[in-house]
């Protein structure tokens, strides 16, 4: 059985877990965000990562769901909506941190692909997901196919995450 640890990293979060083949999160951790700090958000993030293998030696990778978009590589926040990290390979700063391979997605597509899988969309055609945290988005599918693979946009709703005055707190994209 392999293990893996699922990071979403949002505005006001950073919540973890470690998650089976089959989909079933076997422990969890939540830290508060430290959203002000680039160093701050790697530092809580390997910490949470590295607390979880002390109870599961055993993980072989590592994903991360941030908001924002993704590099086709999977590994740099091409744009960071609400976390100063924009142009950041993430994957790497994480995987030298931690020793293990990184992959990096959308929180709202990561969100997706997980009810695909393993949720309610599992064995769909057609699904649309909406996430609401800090920001609202998410991906949707027709005939199977997500918008994970779709190029740039496509198939994604998004918001830019507001103040609690209304005014924008970050760039507006889709899929953020």
Do not use: Y
């Amino acid at each position: 059985m392999a293990l893996s640890i699922g990071v979403d990293v949002g505005g006001t979060k950073i919540a973890a877990g470690v998650v089976d083949d089959d989909g079933k999160v076997l422990q969890t951790i939540r830290r508060d965000s430290p959203a002000f700090s680039r160093q701050a958000i790697i530092d809580t993030i390997t910490t949470v990562v590295h607390r979880l293998r002390e109870d599961f030696p055993d993980v072989t990778t590592v994903g991360i769901g941030a908001a924002g978009f993704v590099s086709a590589d999977r590994n740099t926040m091409a744009h960071g909506t609400n976390l100063d990290w924009t142009g950041m390979r993430i994957g790497d700063v994480i995987s030298e941190g931690v020793g293990l391979p990184v992959v990096v997605e959308n929180d709202a597509n990561a969100f997706g692909w997980a009810e695909a899988r393993f949720g309610a969309a599992r064995g769909k055609r057609n699904a649309l997901i909406v996430a609401i945290g800090t920001g609202v988005g998410g991906p949707s599918s027709s005939t199977g196919t997500s918008c994970a693979e779709l190029p740039d946009s496509a198939g994604r709703s998004g918001t830019s995450p507001s103040s609690p005055a209304g005014a924008p707190a970050g760039a507006a994209c889709a899929g953020a």
